[in-house]
């Protein structure tokens, strides 16, 4: 019984982390999306040239 147990509980915690790496994956995605339309969206400053769209 105990061995069932530790299997199902095994196969719960690796469902659970599949789920949540590939909920992960997407969060990526969209963060890399919104820093590409920053970067390409950024406006000029005074001098003409490119300014800085992030606070670093």
Known sequence: MVPLL???????I???AGFALKI???V???VLVIWLL???MRSTN???GRG?????
């Open 6 to 12: 530790l299997v199902l509980l095994l196969a719960l």
């Open 14 to 16: 690796l469902f659970g």
């Open 24 to 26: 992960l994956w997407w």
């Open 28 to 30: 990526a995605v969209v």
């Open 38 to 40: 920053g970067f390409l």
């Open 46 to 48: 005074a001098g003409g």
């Open 52 to 56: 800085r769209w992030y606070r670093w």
